[in-house]
């Protein structure tokens, strides 16, 4: 597996979740720093704005695929980046769909070459969005 490919995914989960939060029901009434959720309550956690919260993700629009290298890894907050949620009823299916995405990034670049046309900025700040429309696709044979 390219090593470049185990962080470009999370990266990418961390600035387009696919599922912008999820939600909690208090069982009972509790207070966390200050703030009293009765009993009953929803709580939601915006996975989006978190993923994007400059106190954990210092430059947070930037892609920058080395947060989540062996090296920084260990530095990521927890409960900072949850794409499929967290604790016991977190995404089931996790494992297999980062698999999948795997699988298929594989597939298109065996088939596929890319490359920036000559309006891409190629910054390290780049919407990904832009990156797509200007990209190349070459079939290869
Ligand atoms: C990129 C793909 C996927 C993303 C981003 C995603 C994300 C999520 C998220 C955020 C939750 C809520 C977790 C929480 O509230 O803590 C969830 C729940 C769930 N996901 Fe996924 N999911 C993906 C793919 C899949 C696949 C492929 C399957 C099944 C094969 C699956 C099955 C489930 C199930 C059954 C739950 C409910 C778990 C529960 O309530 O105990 N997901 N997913």
């Known amino acids: 597996m390219l ?16 599922i912008a939060r999820t939600d909690r029901v208090a069982k009972e009434t509790i207070t966390v720093k200050g703030i009293t959720i009765p009993k009953n309550m929803m ?7 978190l993923h994007r919260d400059p106190e954990l993700w210092p430059e ?8 989540f ?4 890894r260990d530095k990521i907050q927890p409960y900072s980046y949850m794409p499929f949620g967290t604790g016991p ?13 795997k699988v298929a990034l594989v597939a298109v670049l065996q088939h596929y070459s890319f490359q920036v046309c000559e309006e891409t900025e190629v910054s390290r700040c780049f919407p ?3 990156m797509c429309i200007c990209l190349k ?5």
């Open 89 to 101: 009823r977190n995404c089931v299916g996790m494992k297999f769909a980062q698999a999948m995405v």
């Open 60 to 67: 947070p629009e930037e892609f920058q695929p080395e947060r």
């Open 128 to 130: 990904l969005k832009k």
């Open 69 to 72: 290298s062996k090296e920084n």
């Open 3 to 18: 090593p470049s490919m185990i962080v470009m995914v999370p990266t990418v989960c961390r600035l387009y979740p696919s």
């Open 137 to 141: 696709f070459t079939y290869c044979t």
């Open 43 to 49: 709580v939601s956690v915006p996975f989006f704005a």
